[in-house]
């Protein structure tokens, strides 16, 4: 029987409007208050998710760390650790892993845990090393995917004794909305009642392949004018994109809607939800549209294959290959009644393997064990 409150600090590098912040969120949110006293530290000043964690009474540090090796926040950190006495740390993105589990062994802290939420394919040798050596210092690591753990196992030489898989999850139930709300956001995007729409979430990245499925684009409107692709999200790439996009023609067909924070209602917008990654741990995004209902286009990579299944919930193709990606899309467009069947097998895929709550218990679970 727990006796009394657990002090735990949630640490992270930034706090984008990313799947791995919102995780960061929705556990913080989870762990039942009156048994965990949750704060977060965030490393670098890139924080536009801020307001929303401090909206949810999440309290938040930031200590404006700008460089990538800068001495004073680290021991500052330090001085957190040792000021708050945390009983378990929980890291979650790579350069918060790499500082957070040695600094908390160093101001003793109990229980070190990190979570991996991608495989470091384009990170350099050194960084692979460096993420393996100091995992030694966590009592337990979670991979967001068994693709993830796979790669964490194999390239960056982590213990196997010590990881195991806890698959990013949501509220399911917060994705079911009503055939007039879709129609109000179709409206209000300017989608006919018998168009096609094709949507995606995600950061504006090169790991989110965009640019591929703008190169899909024409193919599918030579033989479906009427359908509509609409991308909601923002990052780095945004204005390249624009660019691109103006470039093929493509100004009547696309249109890129920046951030929205009504992913749900935006969701039921769509027909087809498509990720074109060229990596990914467990994208949130797919499992968001799986629960919405929505037939999946993606690609064969990591964790997307993990997330919607052996050809259950949806289509996966080779990555960087637009040709591939508008012929799933053109099957699914063609298809009205594997779209239907797809996305009722993908909502049984999210109530059944990625409910939050699920998640969050998993967490304590692993809490606990890191405490014994």
């Known amino acids: 029987m727990q006796k009394r409150k657990l002090k735990l600090i949630i640490l992270t ?12 969120l929705k556990l913080a949110l989870g762990l039942a208050p009156e048994r965990y006293d949750v704060r977060v530290v965030c490393l670098r000043p890139q924080t536009p998710f801020l307001e929303e964690f401090e909206k949810r009474g999440v309290k938040v540090t930031v200590l404006g760390m700008k460089r990538y090796f800068q001495l004073r926040p680290l ?31 160093l101001a003793g802290v109990r229980g070190v845990i990190s979570t991996l939420q991608n495989s470091y394919v384009w990170r350099s040798r050194p960084q692979l090393f460096l993420d393996g050596l100091t995992s030694i210092f ?6 967001v995917s068994d693709a993830v753990k796979k ?20 509220d399911h139930e917060r994705f079911r909305v009503s055939p007039e709300e879709r129609e109000r956001v179709r409206r209000e ?31 599918v409107i030579r033989a479906h004018p009427d359908v509509r692709f609409l991308i909601a999200g923002e990052g780095d790439l945004a204005d390249e994109l624009l660019r691109q996009r ?89 298809n009205p009644q594997l779209r239907r069947r797809m996305g009722l097998q993908g909502q049984r895929r999210v109530e059944k393997l990625f409910d939050v709550r699920a998640m969050v218990s998993r967490y304590e679970e692993i809490y606990l064990d890191a405490l014994k």
Do not use: W
Not at 262 to 271: C, M, N, Q, T
């Open 138 to 143: 966590a009592d337990r690591i979670t991979a």
């Open 189 to 219: 995007l300017g989608i006919a009642q018998d168009r096609i729409a094709i949507g995606s979430t995600g950061a504006l990245t090169h790991q989110k392949g965009f640019e591929y499925l703008l190169q899909a684009v024409p193919a």
């Open 75 to 105: 021991i500052e950190l330090y001085r957190i650790f040792r000021r708050e006495r945390p009983d378990l740390v929980h890291t979650h993105l790579y350069r918060d892993a790499i500082y957070g589990r040695v600094i908390a062994r």
């Open 13 to 24: 590098s930034v706090l984008d409007r990313r799947g791995g912040e919102r995780m960061i």
């Open 151 to 170: 790669f964490a196992i194999e390239r960056e030489h982590m213990s196997p004794a010590k990881l195991v898989t806890v698959y990013n999850a949501i």
């Open 246 to 334: 103006d470039r093929l023609g493509l100004q009547d067909q696309v249109t890129f809607l920046g951030f929205r924070s009504d992913i749900p209602e935006l969701l039921s917008a769509f027909d087809i939800f498509v990720l074109p990654s060229l990596y990914e741990g467990l994208p949130v995004s797919l499992v968001e549209a799986m629960a919405a209902g929505r037939p999946i286009v993606t690609t064969d990579v990591d964790g997307n294959c993990e997330a919607i299944g052996p050809g259950d919930a949806g289509i996966a193709v080779e990555p960087a290959n637009p040709t591939a990606l508008a012929g799933a899309l053109l099957q699914l467009i063609e």
